[in-house]
């Protein structure tokens, strides 16, 4: 079958989206913080189980859910949405906004919101899947729809993988997925090769001697210590690392005290560094350690410094088969896209349930800024300005976000289920 009969073959199997849109608006209001997807995930298993066809498997590597389609002889693909939301107090205004609070990991209450389009991911698949199942006599092969918890915290993947995902699923021959994106709504991008860099995140834990504030010079001041820690690590990218190479590095987090008069004994550092290359994340890291204990001796702190890395995130590498296959069949429809769109330091653990089995791998990203607020940015040069992922403010447009993802899962995998 040719791409551009796909094309046609879609858009004569096109859903009415009005209930998804209600469900995406339910989704956006009812946001869980990683690891506690529960409802979530029973609302997805609910909705699944209604299309009849899915074999459903629940709670893997978590609240996980994975629904299998085997339609007849052909090629396994298997296409993710994350579910998982933020702890981002909304401001977006939105007549659907969360309101809602969740207890994090710690025990602490903390607001809850989907400020990274998840809730537009699962939405969006879920409406693939019912397409996909709508257009079964067009294609041959094995579908599979997975559900991924704990995407923030870069744990859902390997969690999945595990708890043998693959031993409850078939081995897909390629793994598909998308991310919606601070992007003009109804384009799409993809490249081959890195689409998404690698993050690594880690809490710095200094020391220091305390004591009373009117008496610096009987103390050692992890503040002060800290300070210098914060001001050096910015030397790394600027002055050590090639200005070739992809590297970012960010202390996004300083914590030390709780009153004005007192020097306390210990700050912690929360410090985030992407990359795309093995060799530039180990430069970094020793960079990071190399610059800490210095800093250290120099302060005379009494006790060695503490390196506990909390978060881990591969690089999205894009098989250059798989994507340029896909891209063949998007250029056929979608008026929007482009084929080398620039690679982005936003991180993705996606490609962890390919790289577990050598399993080529496809990734794509889908706009979500309103037109006319793009278009209107854009002619001012003033995109940088709209709100992205992680703000308070991200609103992902419903329309055409939804279709264009909807449209894009469904060509990327019907490339590869298509009857010849």
């Known amino acids: 079958m040719a791409r551009s009969s796909l094309s046609d073959l879609l858009k004569t199997a096109s859903l009415d989206l009005a209930p998804y849109e209600n469900l995406y608006k339910y989704f956006h209001a009812h946001p869980e913080l990683s690891r506690q997807e529960r409802s979530t995930s029973e609302k997805l298993a609910v909705h699944l189980a209604q299309l009849k066809v899915y074999e459903l498997h629940t709670n893997i590597g978590g609240y996980g859910l994975a629904g299998v389609f085997r339609n007849g002889e052909g090629k396994t693909v298997l296409l993710r949405a994350d579910m998982d939301a933020l702890p981002v107090k909304e401001l977006t205004g939105l007549p659907y906004a969360s309101s809602l609070t969740m207890r994090d990991a710690d025990g602490n209450e903390r607001p809850v919101m989907h400020a990274c389009g998840h809730d537009m991911h699962i939405t969006c698949l879920l409406a693939a899947a019912e397409t996909l199942v709508k257009m079964q006599d067009a294609w041959s092969g094995t579908l599979i ?120 004994d210990r700050a912690e550092i929360g410090v985030d560094f992407r990359s795309v290359k093995l060799e530039i994340r180990e430069q970094i890291i020793s960079a990071i350690k190399r610059i800490v204990e210095a800093e250290c001796a120099a302060s005379g702190s009494p006790k060695c410094p503490v390196f506990t890395p909390t978060r881990r995130f591969p690089p999205t590498l894009n098989d250059k088969d798989a994507v340029s296959q896909v891209a063949a069949t998007f250029a056929t429809h979608f008026e929007d896209f482009d084929d080398d769109v620039p690679r982005t330091n936003v991180s993705e653990d996606f490609s962890t349930l390919a790289t577990c089995r050598g399993l080529p791998s496809c990734f794509w990203l889908l706009g979500g800024i309103d037109s006319e607020i793009w278009d209107k940015a854009e002619a001012d040069s003033r995109t940088e300005e709209i709100p992205g992922n992680h703000s308070a403010l991200f609103a992902p447009v419903i329309q055409p976000t939804m279709r264009v993802g909807v449209d894009a899962l469904c060509l990327a995998a019907l490339t590869f289920l298509k009857k010849t």
């Open 145 to 264: 729809v997975l559900f991924q918890p704990d995407e923030e915290r870069g744990g859902g993947a390997q969690a999945m993988v595990d708890d043998g995902l693959y031993s409850k699923i078939p081995v897909p021959d390629y793994v598909l997925g998308q991310h919606v994106m601070r992007m003009r709504a109804g384009s799409v991008g993809s490249r081959p090769g890195a689409i998404m860099a690698a993050a690594d995140s880690m809490k710095i834990t200094v020391f220091g001697r305390g004591g009373h504030g009117s008496q610096p010079h009987q103390t050692v001041d992890p503040v002060l210590l800290a300070a210098h820690i914060v001001i050096r690590l910015q030397s790394i990218v600027s002055r050590e690392i090639n200005p070739s190479d992809l590297a970012v590095l960010t202390v996004g987090s300083l914590q030390a005290g709780q009153a004005e008069n007192i020097i306390t």
